[in-house]
């Protein structure tokens, strides 16, 4: 199986950054893409940005411009830089990762995982 561990969620003010990370671990062969998506109270899950494994970004229209993502490959690790951040930007943010695992009987099979889920709060 490919786990998958958020980090650097917390409160912050208006205006302020924060920057999450998300290490994927297991019998990892290849990861294509990795991204973060967000959820807040009473609304949908939405894709907030996502980077293919050549670097390729897209970004939700709501976050064009203040967030940017990045990946180290050689780290497994997918990175959220939240700038300008607004109280809208309040949500549960979780980390995906899909590619290519090892079985324990060294077969090939894709994975699509998610992390747990980390809290952002922006507020005063």
């Known amino acids: 199986q490919v786990q998958l561990v958020e980090s650097g969620g917390g409160l912050v003010q208006p205006g302020g950054s924060l920057r999450l990370s998300c290490v994927a671990s297991?019998?990892?062969?290849?990861?294509?893409?990795m991204g973060w998506y967000r959820q807040a109270p009473g609304k949908q899950r939405e894709l907030v940005a996502d980077i293919t494994s050549d670097g390729s970004t897209n970004y939700a229209d709501s976050v064009k411009g203040r967030f940017t993502i990045s990946r180290d490959n050689a780290k497994n690790t997918v990175y959220l830089q939240m700038n300008s951040s607004r109280p809208d930007d309040t949500a549960v943010y979780y980390c995906?990762?899909?590619?290519?695992?090892?079985?324990?009987?060294?077969?090939?099979?894709?994975?699509?995982?998610w992390g747990q889920g980390t809290q952002v709060t922006v507020s005063s």
């Open positions: 297991g019998s990892i062969l290849s990861i294509n893409g």
């Open positions: 995906t990762a899909k590619g290519v695992r090892r079985t324990s009987g060294g077969f090939y099979r894709q994975f699509d995982s």
